[in-house]
């Protein structure tokens, strides 16, 4: 009774597994880059709202008060 058989299916399987091994590294690194070029824009936009919000605040500092009169030049 030969294992040669079984050893060549373990082999097979084997292979197969490193195929799989290396098609999901390259799986995980296409994710990683999109992970960052993600984070980067997250950043990115998160800046550009808290900017944006720095400058509603200061054009809702610059109305007046709803009991103030002002009096216009004549």
């Given at each position: 009774?030969?294992?040669?058989?079984?050893?060549?299916q373990?082999?097979?399987?084997?292979e197969?597994?490193?195929?799989?091994?290396?098609?999901?590294?390259?799986?995980?690194?296409?994710?990683?880059?999109?992970v960052?070029a993600?984070?980067?824009?997250?950043?990115?936009?998160?800046?550009?709202?808290?900017?944006?919000?720095?400058?509603?605040?200061?054009?809702?500092d610059?109305?007046?008060?709803?009991?103030?009169?002002?009096?216009?030049?004549?």
């Amino acid at each position: 009774m030969s294992n040669q058989p079984h050893i060549d299916q373990i082999a097979e399987r084997v292979e197969r597994l490193l195929v799989r091994h290396a098609e999901l590294q390259r799986t995980n690194a296409l994710l990683n880059e999109q992970v960052a070029a993600l984070t980067q824009e997250r950043d990115s936009l998160k800046s550009r709202l808290a900017a944006a919000r720095a400058r509603v605040d200061a054009l809702l500092d610059r109305i007046p008060e709803s009991g103030t009169v002002h009096k216009t030049p004549t």
